[in-house]
């Protein structure tokens, strides 16, 4: 592969999404000078640190500086204060969503993996979810999320769900071309038998199937999808669906995982595509050093991966398999001798410099004490 130069907008967001993006950044930096490439990073606000500093959760700044970017990574958003806030007229949430709608990131990509490593983690008994590999392909710039919402005169509140046949169909494209790739089966989430959206998505995919005939396809209803997504995880390869069902079954499938703190997610569209950990910012944790740092490092491997750098982000993911194998990892996930946030990201970076030295010590590397760089 050639040596290249890529500019990377950086948006760490609020609560520990400023410390993930630290630790994904330094993990770039290690894929960087380990195969000689330029990334070029710079940072922007968004989010509740946004509008303390502008007023606005997504100032033009930032928006022009993620559309001159070869790609964003983006750690998190979000504040108590907001939420408990039902009244606010402007929260952070806003600019998550309005960046999306305007970078016109149509289609959320997000892979699950049961980590061996980590099967002992999971609130689900291991043999159910063992071999688990499926990605979830979550539209995201349409639907309830995106419709006219607002209160009425007589004190009710509504939100409308809409979606169009190009809506459905490019994301399906997607899809289905994931499924080729993969397993050959897709699996469309909705609930067909009380929404009319539903039954557009149904009709939609049914046709665009037809196109992809190597590809199985099976419906199920958002409530079965839940449940399946508990009890039988291996039986799904690519899961299709709509904007809010798949916000929620994405939350529900990192239990999986092991931890929240595992899931990394590729946001892609029309232009520049954004990268970030599904978890949200998780704000009592700020500044503590527990955050998990290996959602937003496994997002910079997904960047790396739709920079063409396919071999680079190989090297991330051999990384922290490496640490999950070591147990070098943050305390929901190693309770008894946790490392923070910062040695995690450490210990990826580390290997990944220098991935062929085989005589170095994982905890003093994590530590930070290694001699070798
Ligand atoms: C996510 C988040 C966002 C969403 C919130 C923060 C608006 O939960 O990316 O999944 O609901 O899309
Ligand atoms: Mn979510």
């Not at 199920?220 to 669906?241: G, R, S």
């Not at 190693?334 to 991935?355: K, L, M, R």
Request: net charge negative; proline share 5%.
């Amino acid at each position: 592969m050639d040596l290249v130069t890529k500019k990377i907008a950086v948006l760490p967001g609020d609560g520990i999404g400023p410390e993930v993006c630290r630790q994904a950044v330094k993990v770039l930096d290690a894929v960087a000078e380990r195969f000689g490439h330029r990334f070029e990073f710079s940072s922007h606000l968004v989010g509740a640190c946004a509008i303390d500093a502008t007023g606005n959760p997504l100032p033009d700044e930032t928006l022009a500086a993620c559309r001159a970017a070869d790609a964003v990574l983006f750690g998190a958003i979000g504040d108590p204060k907001y939420d408990n806030d039902p009244t606010a007229k402007v929260r952070p949430e806003q600019g998550l969503l309005r960046m999306r709608k305007e970078l016109g990131l149509f289609a959320n990509i997000r892979p699950v993996t049961a980590y061996k490593a980590l099967l002992k983690h999971s609130p689900l008994k291991a043999d159910r979810i063992e071999g688990t590999d499926l990605v979830i392909f979550r539209e995201l710039t349409g639907g309830i999320y995106f419709g006219e919402k607002g209160r009425n005169a007589d004190g009710s509140a509504y939100d409308n769900c809409t979606y169009s046949r190009p809506e459905i169909a490019r994301i399906a494209h997607l899809a289905f071309q994931s499924a080729v790739s993969r397993r050959q089966h897709l699996t469309l989430v909705d609930k067909a038998n009380v929404l009319e959206t539903s039954r557009l998505w149904r009709e939609v995919v049914r046709n665009i199937a037809l196109q992809y005939p190597a590809v199985t396809v099976d419906y199920l209803f958002v409530d079965n999808a839940a449940m399946q997504i508990i009890v039988n995880p291996k039986q799904f390869d690519v899961m299709l669906t709509e904007n809010m069902f798949g916000d929620i079954i994405s939350d529900e499938a990192s239990v999986i995982a092991g931890s929240m703190g595992l899931l990394p997610s590729a946001s892609v569209g029309a232009a520049v595509a954004v990268f970030e950990p599904i978890h949200g910012s998780y704000s009592q944790a700020t500044g503590k050093g527990i955050a998990n740092p290996l959602a937003a490092i496994l997002s910079a491997a997904m960047l790396l991966d739709h920079l063409g750098l396919v071999a680079e982000a190989e090297l991330v993911r051999e990384a922290v398999d490496e640490a999950l194998t070591n147990n070098i990892l943050t305390p929901e996930l190693n309770p008894t001798a946790p490392y923070t946030t910062e040695q995690v990201g450490s210990y990826v970076a580390f290997w990944i410099a220098d991935s062929n030295e085989q005589q170095w010590n994982a905890h003093n590397i994590a530590v930070g004490v290694s001699t070798i760089i």
